[in-house]
């Protein structure tokens, strides 16, 4: 379990919480987290799953999980 809180002036914008769910049961390698993000200001609360190589440490994890809140354009 991991979490990351994003703090502007000493107040927190926005949290992360991460769990490793284990293996990818489609034999890809990588390893599926469960991710909540919690966004204090307006209440929202979204959620979802990513995969990730382990081996490319917590920095890139973070990064899936911060790209999945804004959409692609």
């Known amino acids: 379990m991991f979490t990351v809180e994003v703090k502007i002036n000493g107040s927190m ?4 919480y991460g769990h490793n769910e284990g ?6 390698g990588d390893t ?6 919690y ?4 209440r929202e609360l979204k ?4 995969l990730h190589h382990r081996d490319e440490g917590i920095e890139p ?3 899936k999980i ?8």
């Open 32 to 37: 599926v987290y469960r991710w909540e993000y």
């Open 66 to 73: 911060l790209s999945a809140q804004t959409p692609a354009g």
């Open 39 to 42: 966004h204090p200001s307006s």
């Open 61 to 63: 994890l973070i990064c």
């Open 13 to 16: 914008i926005s949290h992360v």
């Open 23 to 28: 293996l990818d049961p489609e034999g890809s």
């Open 47 to 50: 959620h979802g799953q990513v």
